[in-house]
């Protein structure tokens, strides 16, 4: 039995290494805010957000039967929120009973796992119901084939077999084990038989009556032989004390993965709430293959920032189809970081499987999100810090692959314009060959510039708005690079009009 | 039958050795170190005596360098370790009869001991038969085994055991524990209820849980409930239980005792071959040297110190080989140069291949044409208290001494920094003086120094010298070389070290 709501046919590993960039992610998307949002405290749903967020899949399939059962969570909030309870209420059994196999010896083993079991089966039985009374209800193939199984799986005549065993298991006619002879006529090979019913044996005893039965009794004070006789019978009965708890292991662990992999959707389900509550929009996202180049958003807004101030933000709208490369200039507190981040944000949510922060939104998937953002600790222009930031340049290469997405904040300037910007322009030059897509926010009037003279169809630009009186508006818009950032502004404020024309620039 | 031994060509080589102490180099070479690990997971074959008996006799080398080229057949031992682990179970059920109490199951363990040693003997037997060989050792193993696996003794052994042990495997029972009552009667097909259970809970696999079979203590033991139960089963099938009583009565003392001597000495050669069998992997070559009792010049290619290369490898890290030759009329090797730049090493290096090589065994090197010295003497510096610079000076000096008095023309002496504890002009003066004698003497001599004019002395010295890199001196390269080499200068700009010049990057990303 699977509860296979995150893949189709696979189990979500929550042990999975997180990818090696993740805390880099974390940080410069400011993720954590995301992840408490849904996560309202419980840490189970905040450890699988993460790990599903930050390993995003890309493909397109489960990202659409995530989707599926997803709408299938908003439509019937409270029969999920019901079916979530299950896996916690096993979880808080084991913990109020003292429950779980910690005995050394097959005897203590076999005696605790029975007590799982007899537990665990109270709560199938519970699940079982829940799905007579509410599949029906379920549209997406995910709950569909879930239900299914449990229909299937836990019929009537299973829960009577299943107790049959735990009162045959509970031996009051005797262990009846065979044996053989080892090396140094040492019994071994204990198994553990089933006997044969009283007709049988009447049968038997009909056929060979000679059939010798010898006996001894251990004298009431013989503690050592008492102990011998429990040791030759947890012998006996080791390999079904084995199964009987890996039995209750088995579907302890069904539970738990129950439990995790619905912890995806009940975050899904509080951020939804939330979202709704400021009346910021959401909606479910057109995924397009890796090797297609799309982005095409409206309304698109930086759900960590909103979440931060509770209130709905106005977003950027943009179309960006065939387009390997976008490189965003203009004016400091522009809004462009928040740009960058919301481009991240919703790529990683989309690759999750979840609605993104958006009026509409559809991009291609990538193989895997990078950012490389400047430090703030990165601050003063020393060789040290270039050499800081071209090691975190370096591991990113060192894990990147074609169709990743990458996204540059403010790199390379560590070092004076010319440098940074010879720097930048070789390692785009190779990314973009390698078919790395790039959002680039960046002051380098050089890179930018270099870039633009050269007419490329496949790169767009953009910058952050400004009116005419200098007001900044943090919307994003095409736009050509310009020469300066800020620093004009600030010239001019203080002195005026320059009175020689700026040195001419390096072109690339 | 007659005398016949894998380690040995002669009985009197081999009782000399068993009393063998520890040569006065052991340490000085850390061959100490080598032989101590070499032998430490087969402390029960007592093998530290050979290791400390190195062979004088040309040919009784060549009788060890024969069997240990021949056991790099990986095949051939594989044979032979197979054979040492039956022959070892074997002593050891054998040693736990003494242990146990009850009739059945002594007789039960003796009989083990008995199929483990005909196992081991046939597959010793085998193995030797199916091998071409060369050696004239495992030659006369072959015959001796091929003659020993056809007599009659041996064969009436093995043909009983197999027929008894046949005869037990038969045997399966029934126990009932109800409370405190036992009850033994036969098997009666019953089916195995835990497949069963394993049936009933499959559908909620959910991948590897843990495994709740307890390994119970299931020893050599047999408690009185357990023999009791024995007693029963015995009850049960009486014929097969006085057949294993009439074998081990027939049977007392079964083992033979070339075969046995040889399960020990062979070991001398898996030991060592062992032992370096995780530098050859590593890279690092062995081979069989030549020897000469008559011409002094020596060289050897790829040549290292094996218990430094040992350390180095088990840590994972690179090891440094050197070459040396002498020629003609050189003798001295004369080594100088920066300090912790391997010269110990070095020196300890030429000691330590020369001591291999008697002993039959393969040295460390590509290459190597080695002296067959009759003694080693060795003179390293030992740590001492700087309040007795005058003692140890006259320490120094009658070591020296004594080490002059014993040495003869044939002897190797390495010299390790002595007089080091004195004045510049006092240490020269000492050390020339000493270098004339060995001259005089016309010994092979290795000596590390810090005072270059022992290298020129004359056509006997040879310099050679420890060796940094040139642009960054306080980097060791741990080559030893006549001359000095050339190292290669580079700079790289930050981009260019972290590999981020667009060309490289294309390199680097997959397609």
Redesign the interface.
Known sequence: ??AFLLYPQQ?FDLQRPLPPHHQALTQDLALNTLFQAMARGDTLILEVVQKVLLGSTTDLDTIQYRQQILQDCLQNTAVVRELYQIPIEAQKNKQRGWMG?YS???SG?LSS?LEMLQMFMQLLQKLKQLSDTHAARFTSVGFKRFFAMIQA?LNDDYFA??QD?LKA?QFR?????????G??????D???????TNEQSWL?RLLSPK????????H?RDD???R??S??????I??????????A???D??FK?LRVELAFFMGCLNLAETLAQMDAPYIFPTPVAAAERRHFYRGLYDVCLALTIQQCIVGNNGAADDKEMVMITGANQGGKSTFLRSIGVAQLMMQAGMFVPAVEFSANVCTAVFTHFRREEDASMT?GK??EE??R??DI??A???HALLLFNESFATTNEREGSE?GR??V???L??R?KIFFVTHLYELAHGFYAQQLPNVLFLRAERQADGERTFRIIPGAPLKTSYGIDLYRNLFGQPIIDLPKLHTL | MTWLSILFTSAAAHAAAEAALAPACFADLNLDQVIAEITATRQAYNLTPFFYAPLSDLDAILYRQEVMQELEDKALTAVIEQFAQKMSRARSYLGLLEKLYYKQHKEGWFLEAVLTYCEAVTILRDGLNQATLRSRGLRAMQTYLHDYGRSDPFVKLMTDAKAVKAALETVRYCLILNGDTVKVRGYADESDYSAEITQTFARFQQGAVKDYRVKLAIGSGMNHIEAHILKLVVNLFPPVFAQLEAFCAQHGRFQDETICQFDREIQFYLAYLAYIAPLKWAGLSFCTPTLSSQHKAIHATAAFDLALASKRVDEGNTVVTNDFYLQGAERILVITGPNQGGKTTFARMIGQLHYLARLGCPVPGRQAQLFLYDQLFTHFEREEALSNLRSKLQDDLVRIYDILAQATPDSLLILNEIFASTTLQDALFLSQQIEARVIALDLLCVWVTFIDELASAGPQTVSMVSTVVPHNPAERTYKIVRQPADGLAYAMSIAEKHGLMYQRILERIPS
Not at chain 1, 183 to 188: C, K, L, S, T, V
Not at chain 1, 190 to 196: A, F, G, I, M, T
């Open positions: 039995m699977k189990d196999i050394s010896y097959p083993i796992a799986e077999t299943v065993h298991l006619d005797g262990v009846l084990i065979s044996a053989a002879l090396p140094g006529n040492e019994g071994r204990y198994v553990l038989r089933k006997p044969h038997e059939e010798p039965i010898y006996s001894f009794r251990i009431p050592h032989g008492a011998a006789v040791d030759l019978k947890n012998q006996g080791n390999l079904v004390a084995n199964a009987v708890a890996q039995s292991d088995h579907i662990n069904f993965m060789s270039l050499d071209l090691a340049m370096s290469i060192d990147i692959t074609p720097i070789q390692i030059r190779a990314l060959q390698k790395i």
